[in-house]
Antibody, heavy 116, light 107 residues
Framework: QVKLLQSGAELVKPGASVKLSCKTS????????MSWLKQVPGPSIEWIGW????????NYNQKFKGKATLTVDKSSSTAYMDLSSLTSEDAAVYFC?????????WGQGVMVTVSS | DVQMTQSLSYLAASPGESVSISCKAS??????LAWYQQRPGEAYKLLIY???TLQSGTPSRFSGSGSGTDFTLTIRSLEPEDFGLYYC?????????FGSGTKLEIK
């Protein structure tokens, strides 16, 4: 059974960074593409990018280059996303998902609030 | 970027009825389209990919159709667990893009 377990809600100050995690189980992580997505009220979903866990190769939505950095830790089958220089526009729910052109398994989402 | 338009943001229906949810792409995407369901408190669920292929575990009352720019998700004989948000997503080209969602509520 595939599970993607995301870290808890974050409250961060403007200008700060945050690192979100997504621990996977039930899949062969080393041959998996993991993606991150952003959902804002509207509701609207944006694809941020994907990372291939095998070699760390990445592909980003141009809109999120410089904002998001995707990494993985193969030893713990965990994917990470760093979000930098946070502003109110980064406040959203962020999801990790296994990428297979489409997204066949999703994490539960984590809310990021940006406030001083 | 390919814009995905779900013209209906809200749809109300009764259990047992059939509904169709439409999704239109701003350019031809062949059949590179997926449909998702989101229910409150639950993770997103992939229902259909390649426009019409049911993901393992998707009930047969769900069906997808279309190619090119116009796509439809049809749910026959609605069950209570079918109410929620539905999104389409294209994977013809990057950036991958989603429709704005259609909320299916109980009438």
């Amino acid at each position: 059974q595939v599970k993607l377990l995301q870290s808890g809600a974050e409250l961060v100050k403007p200008g700060a960074s945050v690192k979100l995690s997504c621990k996977t189980s039930g899949l062969t992580f080393s041959t998996t593409y993991m993606s991150w997505l952003k959902q804002v009220p509207g509701p609207s979903i944006e694809w941020i990018g994907w990372i291939y866990a095998g070699n760390g190769g990445t592909n980003y939505n141009q809109k999120f280059k410089g904002k998001a950095t995707l990494t993985v830790d193969k030893s713990s089958s965990t994917a990470y996303m760093d979000l930098s220089s946070l502003t109110s526009e980064d406040a959203a729910v962020y999801f990790c998902a296994r990428y297979n052109n489409y997204f066949d398994y999703w994490g539960q989402g984590v809310m990021v609030t940006v406030s001083s | 970027d390919v814009q995905m338009t779900q013209s209906l943001s809200y749809l109300a229906a009764s259990p047992g009825e059939s509904v169709s949810i439409s999704c239109k792409a701003s350019k031809s995407i062949s059949n590179y389209l997926a449909w998702y369901q989101q229910r409150p408190g639950e993770a997103y669920k992939l229902l259909i990919y390649s426009g019409s292929t049911l993901q393992s575990g998707t009930p047969s009352r769900f069906s997808g159709s279309g190619s090119g720019t116009d796509f439809t998700l049809t749910i026959r004989s609605l069950e209570p667990e079918d109410f929620g948000l539905y999104y389409c997503q294209q994977y013809y080209e990057r950036p991958l893009t989603f429709g704005s969602g259609t909320k299916l509520e109980i009438k």
